[in-house]
């Protein structure tokens, strides 16, 4: 399908997001799309104050790596739509689940003695340490502050497939500047549906945040499993660590990413996947790097970075200038995953052309929040993350918050709207969680006991393995009920997750 006929079929106003500039240089043969050069995906923009746009997640073949895979996707494509729209404008977002009927689940009950199918699979949409129900959906607006109630961004909503939802999402006029994404939410299928592909990119800006003459690239990074369809849908295949990820930018295995030497380049980068965490290395790609703005926040100073970690769930805005010519290995750096070494994996190339331009172009500066001081903090509370043993979740091992797993009946913290508190998450597994608190993004104050004295604005940050994250947050603007979990997907699926509920 042609990226036209593509936003023909999204029934909103499609563009590319490539300034005028860019769109000569692609037709020139050089610059972001142009031939050989990796694209940003379909856009759909705000008109006179309103985003509206349809979402609809199918079961298709798509040929990933150049092999076919049965993957669920989001208008059929991979990665779905980007947003674009500006703080104040509404979301009128239309849901259509159009993913297969979700099978019965038919348990081996030769593996599980003493058990029966109702005690290892319990009524439907009502087991909560294994994955269930794949085909059932419904949508969370990562990272956004906007009121977690009714159509906005509400994840206890259930969309079962053959049904479609109206979400109706007010972006604040103080919004913050910044990157963000939507993706599926329904537990029991979240590993499954954003391990599968169904992820996209939302942009909140004023019109004249990104300067004319600054390529604007989104690199929607991916890790997508499924060689066919019965391997899919069976969760051992996709619960696992080692489970075979294919890691994809904006659709594209493996894509060459093109800059002059000298040009700079806004990259909005988001590592929108269910397991694996990516380091990644600028300066061995080539590349000078400012960072701009992480998880939606702007920095209050733009920071000259040589790396930088993306966890699970994570954005990073960094201006990239070409120093180095030559064609780079875009590299996941090695990471230690606890007890496992994830090794060094080529993800993309990046090729800085010989050139003579001189570029000094940045994005507008934006509102950073105030930090939440010692005097705001009204209540300090420990999170204690674990692991249990449980024979109905995968490979046994389920996942808990303060010895629990994700229990939908229970509120474990309820602050008070117009507050701060500050929050020690305590690791007691030999694996790093990456946690992610809805709604309101948190000030990282400790990790491990040591102080940050930067205290960075992030909704997603990882608990190291055996380690704390003390991060404070407040409790601004929106009362009402959301999510706080692991962002390894296949652990929030096996129960590390918890209610949190802001009391008016
Ligand atoms: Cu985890």
């Known amino acids: 399908m ?46 006179d104050g309103t985003l509206t746009a349809t979402l609809k997640p199918t079961l298709s073949q798509a040929l990933v790596d150049d092999k076919p895979r049965k993957l669920r996707r989001y208008n059929g494509g991979l990665p779905g739509p980007t947003l674009r729209l500006r703080p104040g404008d509404a979301m009128n977002i239309r849901l259509e ?82 990157s963000f ?3 599926p939410h329904w537990h029991g299928s979240v590993a499954a549906q954003i391990g599968s592909g169904m992820a996209g990119m939302i942009l909140i800006e004023p019109e004249d945040y990104v300067p004319p003459g600054l390529p604007e690239r989104q690199i929607i990074i ?15 295949q996709f619960m696992s660590l080692s489970a075979p990820r294919i890691f994809t930018l904006n659709g594209q295995y493996r894509p060459t990413l093109r800059l002059r030497q000298g040009e ?5 980068l988001l590592l929108a996947n269910d397991f694996q965490f990516c380091p990644l290395d600028f300066k061995a790609m080539g590349l000078k790097a400012i960072v701009v703005g992480r998880d939606g926040t702007p920095l209050r100073e733009p920071v000259e970075v040589d790396s930088l970690l993306l966890s699970p769930g994570n954005r990073t805005d960094v201006v990239v200038e070409g120093l180095a010519p030559g064609l780079h290995d875009m590299v996941r750096q090695p990471y230690r ?25 940045m994005p507008a500066r934006a ?12 209540r300090k509370r420990t999170v204690v993350l674990g692991e249990r043993r449980d024979r109905r979740a995968v490979f046994d091992l389920a996942f808990t918050i303060d010895g629990q797993s994700y229990d939908p009946d229970v509120w474990h913290l309820e602050p008070k709207l117009g507050t701060a508190e500050e929050w020690t998450f305590v690791n007691t597994t030999a694996y790093p969680h990456p946690m992610h608190i809805h709604i309101n993004p948190f000030q990282v104050v ?19 393995a055996a380690g704390t994250l003390t991060l404070r947050s407040r409790f601004e603007d929106f009362d009402g009920d959301f999510v706080t979990h692991c962002h390894i997907l296949p652990h929030e699926d096996a129960g590390m997750m918890m209610n949190v509920r802001i009391l008016p």
């Open 97 to 178: 689940n159009a993913l297969p009927p979700n099978p019965l689940p038919v348990p081996d009950l030769a593996e599980y003695p003493g058990l029966s199918a109702e005690d290892i699979c319990g009524p439907p949409g009502n087991s909560h340490v294994a994955p269930h129900d794949l085909n059932t959906t419904n949508l969370h607006f990562h990272g956004l502050h906007v009121s977690p109630k009714g159509r906005s961004d509400n994840v206890f909503l259930t969309v079962e497939p053959g049904q479609a939802f109206n979400y109706r999402v007010q972006i604040p006029d103080t919004h913050p500047v910044g």
């Open 337 to 361: 995953h606890g007890l496992v070494d994830l090794d060094a994996r080529t993800i993309a190339r990046v090729h800085v052309e010989p050139g003579k331009k001189r570029s000094r172009l």
């Open 2 to 47: 042609t990226l036209g006929a593509a936003g023909a079929a999204l029934g909103g106003a499609v563009a590319f997001g490539w300034s005028g500039r860019a769109v000569a240089d692609a037709l020139s043969g050089f610059g972001l799309g142009g031939a050989g050069d990796l694209a940003n995906p379909a856009e759909i923009r705000s008109v």
């Open 264 to 268: 700079r380049q806004f990259w909005r």
């Open 222 to 236: 991916q890790t997508v499993i499924g060689s066919d369809a019965a391997a899919f849908d069976d969760p051992r």
């Open 367 to 378: 509102a950073t929040p105030p930090d939440i001081t010692d005097a705001e903090i009204v």
């Open 181 to 183: 994404w939507y993706h």
């Open 446 to 464: 400790a990790i491990s006991g040591e102080p940050v004295p930067e205290r960075p604005w992030y909704d997603t940050f990882v608990v190291p």
